[in-house]
T-cell receptor, first 113, second 114 residues
């Protein structure tokens, strides 16, 4: 059983399109995250949700809109895709307390052409 | 603001060599510190962690000690294997941040040759 699963694993799309990435966790965690990994492998948090409520938004363009229908799911919708959005996007979950482990999904490699 | 700095890679070692990957941090509070590992094509997995000064985290032969006086959390392994080839990330979670978000270093790629 995969703890944090995200789909799709690969996504190739044209500039200007709108796309979504889905994430689900079966760990019973209250907190979920989206991280972006750039081409140099650098990881940066984008959003954090706790019990369906947004608690962190790290100055991400408003073309990116996370949605949490319930605490086990956190989806990422991206409007008007740009070349610079090409990256690997990781979903993660944790108990949301400092010092607790975050569990990561396998990542979604987004390529905008 | 809070930050994490790791030694630059790639690091290339022969099998059974000793590994050190340096990590230093800047934080306003008393952070928890982590090492995560990313194998090719996969997500990140927790390797080890330490939540307070002088704690030593260890797992799979890897160790790191939380040194408050030098604000460091260096990763070590006595004898690396080819299967240890991966990208290693040092990270912190600060008490004053909400929701346990992680701040990562830039990652260090390790390549172990037989």
């Amino acid at each position: 059983d995969t703890a944090v699963s995200q789909t799709p694993k690969y996504l190739v799309t044209q500039m200007g399109n709108d796309k979504s990435i889905k994430c689900e966790q079966n760990l019973g965690h209250d907190t979920m995250y989206w991280y972006k990994q750039d081409s140099k492998k650098f990881l940066k948090i984008m959003f954090s949700y706790n019990n369906k409520e947004l608690i962190i938004n790290e100055t991400v363009p408003n073309r990116f809109s996370p949605k949490s229908p319930d605490k086990a799911h956190l989806n990422l919708h991206i409007n008007s895709l740009e070349l610079g959005d090409s990256a690997v996007y990781f979903c993660a979950s944790s108990r949301g307390q400092m010092g607790t482990e975050a569990f990561f999904g396998q990542g979604t490699r987004l390529t905008v052409v | 603001g809070n930050s994490v700095t790791q030694m630059e890679g790639p690091v290339t070692l022969s099998e059974e060599a000793f590994l050190t990957i340096n990590c230093t941090y800047t934080a306003t509070g008393y952070p928890s510190l982590f090492w995560y590992v990313q194998y090719p094509g996969e997500g990140l997995q927790l390797l080890l962690k330490a939540t307070k000064a002088d704690d030593k985290g260890s797992n799979k032969g890897f160790e790191a000690t939380y040194r408050k006086e030098t604000t460091s959390f260096h990763l070590e392994k006595g004898s690396v294997q080819v299967s240890d080839s991966a990208v290693y990330f040092c990270a912190l979670s600060d008490r004053w941040n909400q929701g346990g978000k992680l701040i990562f270093g830039q990652g260090t790629e390790l390549s172990v040759k037989p």
